[in-house]
């Protein structure tokens, strides 16, 4: 058997002050830094131990991966990070207050930028200094890979090659894999393991800090899935 753990980062700064993260590198809250020694609690307690972690280049999934294995005694394992794992851009809406910017447009336009599956946000332009092009650390990528706002559906088609490529091996090689990464990317990723559709993607919400267990099998399909935090 092989297990997934998906893991969203505890609580950021701007998750406390209800702003639209997306790329934005902000950190863990004091809140989110429990959250992620939790989590390593949980693990400890389930006996679930990673052979690997997959995280984002962002520091809030970097530390609660990191976190956690601490608490676990396994900072040791292999850590991976990858932009692909990243929370999905949130384009012009980086930054602002989710509260006043549902009063400016309305709760349902705000709804649909947050949930639809398909509709992305409005679009960063190119010289905008929250664009990643102006990020070291995207400085090796082909900038046309980069995006300046992303859909829920233009996640799952970051995501998705990534899974193919680089985590389903990963998960051939070590039997208990932990992705630390965000609410978005991981909704793209249970979007594909679960087969959920369209519609109904839009009614799930991932919890901070709360380490979700796949139990797969060798074709990798979901034979039990477990929350820790709640265990069923
Ligand atoms: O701000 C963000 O990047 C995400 C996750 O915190 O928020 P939302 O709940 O709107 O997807």
Redesign the pocket.
């Known amino acids: 058997m092989r297990r997934l753990i998906l893991l969203r980062h505890g609580q950021s700064v ?2 406390l002050e209800n ?4 790329w934005h590198d902000v950190d863990l809250s004091d809140k989110g830094r429990d959250e992620a020694t939790a989590a390593g609690s949980l693990m400890r307690d389930a006996g679930i131990l990673p052979d690997a972690v997959y995280t984002s280049v962002l520091t809030r999934a970097i530390r609660t991966g990191f976190m956690s294995l601490d608490v676990l005694e396994r900072l040791w394992i292999p850590m991976v990070k990858d932009w692909r794992l990243n ?2 851009h ?1 384009g012009a809406l980086t930054g602002l207050d ?1 509260a006043e910017t549902a009063e400016q447009y309305g709760d349902e336009q705000v709804h649909v930028w ?1 949930r639809s599956f398909a509709t992305p946000p409005p679009a960063l332009a190119v010289d905008d200094e929250r664009h990643p092009r102006h990020d070291p650390r995207y400085a090796d990528l082909d900038p046309s890979r980069l995006p300046a706002t992303e859909s829920l559906k233009d996640t799952l088609a970051r995501v998705l090659p990534y899974w193919r490529s680089d985590l389903v091996p990963a998960l051939q090689q070590y039997p208990t894999l932990l992705i630390a990464a ?3 990317s991981l909704r793209a990723l249970v979007k594909h393991l679960e087969g959920i559709s369209d519609e109904a993607i839009t009614g799930v919400e991932i919890a901070t800090g709360d380490p979700l267990v796949y139990e797969l099998d060798d074709d990798l399909g979901v034979s039990r899935k477990y929350s820790l935090r709640a265990p069923a």
């Open positions: 701007w998750n702003r639209f993260t997306g929370e999905r949130y989710k947050r965000h609410g978005n």
